[in-house]
């Protein structure tokens, strides 16, 4: 102790002596800036027919009364800024689906409280590291991992009415929730050709894993990051100029471009499953008024369980799902700008028992489903104000389950239970002030 004291009494001058001068390295802010606030909204109603709700005390599905329902499917509060050369960050709230009745045919839960729910849907920075280059930037926060095209692309820039749900299958295999988000940080970058006809963005990114213990504030004992990372290589125009984690479909005929991407993402063991693993492929063509997007999704997980015979089972689970959906831009009279499109998505699950059963143990779907969609949308303001009329169809498999399954989307509702799913005509209005 009387050592470390000499020590430091004769360290206190010195600091003291190139401590006196005035620090000059303080960053500037940005001459001007604002922080920006934001408004988005999309007002739906509906017309569903054909939902079904299973009856235990029955064993058997009864349909329900088809409904008018007038819903906010998406709305959305916030602000952004870029205080400082380079940084930039967005904050946004959300309160969805207040008025939506859960036996309309739409997937989603409810928000029909005295006092509906809001909360945070994504609060990130995004910082430039190098100044004029797009190469190398730096995302940290609460985010969606850069996986998935139709994951990753917001709600109000795809051109079917409701977006493919097949993001969330992918979304749960990742952080095991439906909005998709988690916190992490994630390197991307944008490398352009000088003719600007060559393209390369890239992702890689770590993220907190699944909450499932103490309340959803832990993973509990068996920690394992969860890692992603998605490459995309354009051929003609790029979909961006500048790097951005959000994405576009629709160029309004002013792209003639492919964009061909790849991904994945690795997890280890947690009180969940051993481990989680997923491989992604997409692809966006944009050829003046035609719009094709689609991207498939593999995904497994690996676990064990005890059947009846106590014997423990290792397995294996294995699952896809994805979608492809075309639209085509029509200039009507010079003054309406009009988006004819279609769209299909899958998922593919177990159908048998065993299979179903290793699904239900690690927090997997299995069976099978299908949705098709399609109509029209006029853009009144490219994607800032839109107006859709589309009509959605669905089909479902169990497989060996008995009734009363709720392995997928198809078959199950929160706030239900076990279902059928029902179809629906749509008509809505997307703004974004």
Not at 341 to 370: H, P
């Amino acid at each position: 102790m009387k050592y470390f004291t000499i020590v430091l009494l004769a360290f206190v001058p010195f600091t003291l002596a190139f401590g006196q001068g005035d620090f000059q390295g303080w960053l500037k802010k940005k001459e001007g800036f604002k922080i920006e606030p934001y408004m988005m909204i999309q007002l739906w109603s509906s017309y569903s027919t054909g939902q079904e709700v299973y009856h235990p005390e029955r064993n058997r599905y009864e349909g329900v009364d088809s409904r008018f329902n007038v819903q906010l499917r998406r709305v959305r509060l916030g602000f952004k800024a870029e205080p400082y050369e380079g940084l930039q960050f967005n904050v946004v709230g959300a309160y969805d689906l207040i008025g939506r009745d859960v036996l309309s045919g739409q997937v989603g839960g409810g928000n029909n409280g005295s006092l509906p729910e809001f909360g945070i849907w994504d609060a990130y920075f995004q910082w430039r590291l190098k100044k004029g280059s797009e190469a190398f930037n730096l995302v940290g926060g609460y985010f969606r991992p850069q996986l998935s095209r139709e994951s990753i692309t917001s709600g109000w820039s795809v051109n079917s009415m409701e977006k493919a749900m097949s993001q969330g299958y992918i979304r749960r295999h990742l952080v095991g929730t439906g909005p998709g988000r988690a916190l992490g940080l994630n390197l991307g970058g944008l490398l352009l050709a000088d003719n600007g006809q060559l393209g390369f963005n890239y992702n890689l990114g770590i993220f907190n894993p699944l909450t499932l213990a103490n309340n959803g504030n832990s993973v509990g004992n068996d920690f394992a990051p969860l890692v992603v990372g998605r490459a995309v290589v354009y051929l003609g125009d790029p979909e961006m100029e500048k790097y951005k984690i959000g994405y576009d479909i629709n160029y309004y005929g002013q792209r003639k471009g492919l964009a061909i991407g790849a991904g994945g993402s690795w997890q280890g063991q947690t009180e969940a499953f051993t481990r989680s693993y997923a491989a992604s492929t997409d692809f966006l063509f944009n050829w003046g008024p035609l719009n094709i997007d689609g991207e498939w999704n593999f995904m497994w997980r690996e676990g064990s369980r005890l059947p009846a015979d106590e014997v423990e089972r290792s397995f294996t689970y294995n699952s896809n799902t994805g979608h492809l959906r075309l639209g085509y831009n029509i200039i009507a009279g010079k003054k309406a700008f009009l988006e004819p499109a279609f769209m299909v998505m899958q998922f593919n699950g177990a159908k048998d028992l065993t299979g179903q059963a290793d699904a239900k143990a690690i927090g997997a779907s299995s069976g099978t489903e299908r949705t098709y969609d399609a109509g029209i949308n006029w853009y009144l303001n490219k994607k800032h104000l839109k107006l859709m009329l589309h009509y959605t169809w669905r089909e479902g498999d169990a497989g060996e389950a008995a009734p009363g399954f709720t392995g997928n989307q198809y078959f199950s509702q929160s706030d239900v239970g076990a279902i059928h799913r029902g179809n629906w005509l749509g008509l809505g209005a997307n703004a974004i002030f």
